[in-house]
């Protein structure tokens, strides 16, 4: 990244009168302001900064460009599926006829929009081999919330009351465990076998007449495929628990497997990571949640419903959102309307291009790019961490050796990645793991990208040995060096103060 100077604070371009109020046709209407009392008005003119249409523009453009970005950089972002998202599901996604709709409107008026949903739903009951499905929940771990509290009221129903556990492997991702204490449970962790599978005696040995529940991905965080998972799924079942199934990445599987033919009871999708829009910055997602037959009546509201047109004698299927009254077990709404309809219409545009061929490229594509990437490091020296097992989407190294023999660490390998035009995976997770990065390259990157990563990594490892100096003081060339991350989360200050003048 090539910028000399710190970029400014947009107030430091301000000059007092500046603006881009020429573009208005007329001054906005002031009688209405007029009208308020005074009580409410402020004394002082508001800190806004005054600048031209121009300064503005390129303010925010420079910061555009100090951002990595899936739109400028490869992001290896294990766990995060930073894959491209087609612009085209954008497109659709923004058509003013879907932009305009307002959540409220007479559901006569919104038939499009709610048999894209309807359509959505059956899409996502296909690809996972769930029952049924619910689209409100507005983020990965959100889905979960929901998952659990459907589990919960499963066995309540049953006047099962005494079961308060969530079982979490050891590799789970941190919402897991989260989730599980957020429910009202308590989150029992089991061990991992060597071989990244589940430890099954460990597993015997967890379960009992208070299991709620387990909560697992497969693959799992590990990067491999639970080979013995209808074993776990029998062990718990006969416990008396139900099968949680963290689907926030469904690259490696799409079209291949599916969780509700594996005995998984309930799912949550990061529609956010695996069906388009980018999952970055914390941005607007979509945590549907599918389930098998038993937890069906405690789906979250509101669903959305299609009578055939044969039964009422109209033209057409009519689609309407299922409520309270279709539905009095539902564990009840998690949003004020529908979800996160921006990202739900990618979702269905994303799903309706690949279609059913398209789903299983990604999953064998995902999969190819991820066990090509791990071959090729570990051809140029990096220690892969389950050397023996075959990647799904992502994979793992340690770099355990090089912090033992040259004291380099994973941060320092992932800060100088930085320098060299990569984003940094994944660092330190699963914790399982020592001086890991998890690495997912997905499916949307070429094989040249690929490979000018390997050679940026081997370049990383020659400067550990030669010269680890170069890596402790990474990144070198970005606007900002290494940062205190602890004071940037306990002493976060973004106030600006006007400069006395
Ligand atoms: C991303 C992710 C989550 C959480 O999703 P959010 O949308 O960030 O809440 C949960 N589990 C796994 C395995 C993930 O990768």
Known sequence: MSLALRERLIFEYSRPGR???????????????????????????????????LDALRHY?????????????????????????????????????????????PVAQGQGFLACMYELQEMLKAVT??????????????????GVAMIRAYHRARDDLERDEIIVPQAAHGTNPATATMCGCVAREVAVGADGDADLEALRAAVGPKTAGIMLTNPSTLGVFERRIEEVARIVHQAGGLLYYDGANLNAILGKVRPGDMGFDVIHMNLHKTFSTPHGGGGPGA?????????????????????????????????????ERD????????????????????????MRMLGREGMRRV??????????????????????AYPQ??????????????????????????KRLLDLGFHAPTTYFPMLI??????????????????????AMAQILREAREDPEQLHGAPHTLPVRRLDDVRAARELNLVYREPAT
Request: with cysteine; glycine share 8%; hydrophobic share 40%.
């Open 287 to 323: 945590g549907a949640v599918g389930v098998s037959a038993r937890l069906l009546p405690f789906l979250p509201l509101p669903i959305v419903a299609r009578e055939p047109a044969a039964e009422r004698g109209a033209e057409a299927p009519q689609y309407r959102w299922l409520g």
């Open 434 to 455: 020592s001086e890991c990065l998890l690495i997912e390259p997905t499916e949307t990157e070429s094989k040249q990208t690929l490979d000018a990563f390997v050679n």
């Open 61 to 105: 453009t420079r910061l555009s460009q100090l951002n990595f970005s899936i739109d400028t950089h490869f992001y290896p972002l294990g766990s995060c599926t930073m894959k491209y998202n087609p612009r085209a599901c954008n497109a659709a996604a923004l058509m003013p006829e879907f932009l305009g709709r307002h959540p409220l409107a």
């Open 19 to 53: 603006g881009a109020r020429g573009q208005w046709p007329e001054a906005p209407a002031r009688s209405a302001l007029d009208a308020l009392p005074d009580g409410l008005r402020r004394q002082r003119r508001p800190l806004l900064p005054e600048v031209s249409e």
């Open 129 to 146: 081999g769930m029952r049924g499905v619910a689209l409100s929940p507005l983020a990965g771990a959100h889905g979960e919330f929901a």
């Open 389 to 414: 097992r075959r990647a799904s989407h992502e994979f793992i190294i340690t770099l355990k050796r090089a912090e033992q023999d040259y004291g380099v660490t994973a941060m320092d390998v992932a």
């Open 327 to 350: 539905l009095p077990q539902s564990i009840g709404r998690l949003t004020s309307f529908g979800g996160n309809a921006g990202v739900l219409l990618r979702a269905y545009v994303y």
């Open 363 to 384: 999953a064998e594509y995902a999969t190819l790019n991820a066990n090509y990437l791990s071959a090729r490091l570990q051809q140029v020296g990096f220690e892969a």
